[in-house]
């Protein structure tokens, strides 16, 4: 298996407050994503990393910021969270822009 | 960007029984993978596959790249097959680094 770590696994917060998920690779690769997945959408695109200090936004980018300081470290950050941002977000890598993406365990957040 | 279906959306079979997923994809792509998503929600690579045919067990799968389309057979079906099945590409004018564009999926159920 990918050593692909998220946290926190699952997390329940309240309306307006800030929230910040963690993705951490072991495989020092230079492409790191961020999806969200929904009941009848699949998983689409938020954010993702082409390398340290360097990202792009994705299809669903709207109130979502990330960062990447580290090559093993990707953090996604809902500034305020609203009920629109209830989902699972899983975390992706890719060694290269070509080839397999791996896919992390996932974080189940709910925004009351 | 690329646009990817997935068909049949749902498939209730019998234990033993064979079965064809397909997946479209409207571009020429520069990565196409199968996933498993298992019913504690862990994406499992199954297969990737922009072009041509492999195997793996049970599981095959084939991609005719110039008809924009792929298939993945699951033979002998067993009750740990069930869950939902992926397509997800890129396309080759994107470069493959900005991420994967899944299709809804195919919920299958396996029944023994």
């Known amino acids: 298996d990918a050593g692909i770590t998220q946290s926190p696994r699952h997390k329940v917060t309240e309306t307006g407050t800030p929230v910040t998920l963690r993705c951490h690779q072991t495989e020092n690769h230079r492409y790191m994503y961020w999806y969200r997945q929904d009941p009848g959408h699949g998983l689409r695109l938020i954010h993702y990393?082409?390398?340290?200090?360097?990202?792009d936004k994705g299809e669903v980018s709207d109130g979502y910021s990330v960062s990447r300081s580290k090559t093993e470290d990707f953090l996604l950050t809902l500034e305020s969270a609203t009920s629109s941002q209830t989902s699972v977000y899983f975390c992706?890598?890719?060694?290269?822009?070509?080839?397999?993406?791996?896919f992390g365990p996932g974080t189940r957040l709910t925004v009351t | 960007g690329i646009q990817v279906e997935q068909s049949p959306p749902d498939l209730i079979l019998q234990e033993g029984a064979n079965s064809t997923l397909r997946c479209n994809f409207s571009?020429?792509?520069?990565?196409l993978q199968w996933f498993h998503q298992n019913p504690w929600g862990q994406l499992i690579n199954l297969f990737y596959?922009?072009?041509g045919t492999k195997q793996n067990g049970r599981l095959s799968a084939t991609t005719v790249a110039t008809e924009r389309y792929s298939l993945l057979y699951i033979s002998s079906s067993q009750t740990t097959d069930s869950g939902v099945y992926f397509c997800a590409a890129d396309s080759l004018t994107g470069g493959g680094a900005d991420g994967l564009t899944f299709g809804k999926g195919t919920h299958l159920i396996i029944q023994p």
């Open positions: 992706a890598i890719r060694e290269t822009g070509l080839g397999e993406q791996y």
């Open positions: 990393s082409y390398g340290v200090k360097d990202t």
């Open positions: 596959i922009p072009s």
């Open positions: 571009d020429s792509v520069n990565n």
